[in-house]
């Protein structure tokens, strides 16, 4: 079973701060998805990983396989980007679905 | 619709009665979950359809749990004689295969048992 952990489980930030989410993973895994929460509950799944570098806008996920670590960034933060951020791996054929981090809790304040 | 489909958005429901969650996946999506996320806690994954396959149950909490999906399409959770620790938000994922897959999620049902 993969072990999947997030860190850190709560971050606070400033407008316009860099921020960094990072996420490791114990089992070599076929994909990897950074998801976001927003507090209403809705899910969107912002990337889905499994090798190298993926960028949207703002936001900049990363792989490094032989290390199984992940981070998401996000440039010049603002307040609506405020959410709960949740890494989740496949492994191999993926009978069990994902196995998801606990999520990073941000806040970022005007 | 364009997304993943899930009704009640939310349930309201008496400590022992059964209850009956929806999920309508995208069209052409093989691949469909059920997670639960309880308060303050992480998604947790409840059970997996691929096609017509038989289903991954592992995990579901207990045998009060079931799901069906009938025509490899819609999907049905039922939970029967609830407790309160089944008060959760139910979500729905779907995606076109297992690998490289890439999973929508519905809106959720928020579940609360009193």
């Known amino acids: 079973k993969n072990e999947v952990e997030q860190s850190p489980q709560n971050l606070t930030a400033q407008e316009g701060e860099f921020i960094t989410i990072n996420c490791s993973y114990s089992?070599?895994?076929?994909?990897l998805h950074w998801l976001q929460q927003h507090p209403g509950g809705g899910i969107v799944s912002l990337f889905m990983?499994?090798?190298g570098k993926k960028k949207h806008g703002r936001l900049i996920a990363t792989i490094n396989i032989q290390e199984k670590h992940s981070s998401l960034h996000i440039t010049a933060s603002h307040p609506r980007d405020s959410a709960v951020y949740i890494c989740?791996?496949?492994?191999?054929?993926?009978?069990?679905?994902?196995?998801f981090g606990k999520g990073t809790h941000l806040i970022i304040q005007p | 619709g364009a997304g993943v489909s899930q009704s009640p958005s939310n349930k309201v429901t008496e400590k022992g009665k059964d209850v009956e969650l929806r999920c309508d996946p995208i069209?052409?999506?093989?691949?469909l979950y059920w997670y639960r996320q309880s308060l303050g806690q992480g998604l947790e994954f409840l059970i997996y359809?691929?096609?017509?396959?038989?289903?991954?149950k592992s995990g579901l909490p207990s045998d009060r749990f079931s799901a069906e999906r009938t025509g490899g399409s819609v999907s049905t959770l039922t939970i029967q004689r609830t407790q309160q620790e089944d008060s959760a938000v139910y979500l729905c994922?779907?995606?076109?295969?297992?690998?490289?897959?890439?999973?929508?999620f519905g809106q959720g049902t928020r579940l609360t048992v009193v």
């Open positions: 994922a779907s995606s076109l295969s297992l690998a490289p897959g890439f999973a929508f």
């Open positions: 089992v070599g895994i076929s994909a």
């Open positions: 990983l499994s090798s």
């Open positions: 989740a791996v496949r492994s191999g054929g993926g009978a069990d679905g994902l196995t």
């Open positions: 069209s052409g999506h093989t691949a």
């Open positions: 359809f691929q096609g017509n396959s038989a289903p991954d």
